[in-house]
């Protein structure tokens, strides 16, 4: 019973590495655009999404969503 509580959290950890993945690759994406086409003001809050996200691949690890969603 306790090995498959833990089998199911190693899951779920996997999950949310795999969504903090595609979640930083996505943000990176959308602050990019945001930091060429917005203004001035916004630009600082695009730049502040893209070092967030960057963290956020860096941590998660760039790879592992499109790995475990099987993005090709």
């Given at each position: 019973m306790?090995?498959d509580?833990?089998e199911?959290l190693?899951e779920i950890?996997?999950f949310?590495?795999?969504?903090?993945?595609?979640m930083?690759m996505?943000?990176?994406v959308?602050?990019?655009?945001?930091?060429?086409f917005?203004?001035q003001?916004?630009?600082?809050?695009?730049?502040?999404?893209m070092i967030?996200s960057?963290?956020?691949?860096?941590?998660?690890?760039?790879?592992?969503?499109i790995r475990?969603?099987r993005?090709?």
């Open positions: 306790i090995f509580y833990l199911d190693g950890i996997e949310l590495l795999a969504l903090g993945s595609i930083g996505l943000g990176l959308i602050g990019l655009l945001g930091w060429l917005l203004g003001f916004q630009r600082k809050k695009v730049i502040g999404l967030v960057v963290i956020l691949l860096m941590v998660c690890g760039v790879n592992t969503g475990y969603f993005i090709y």
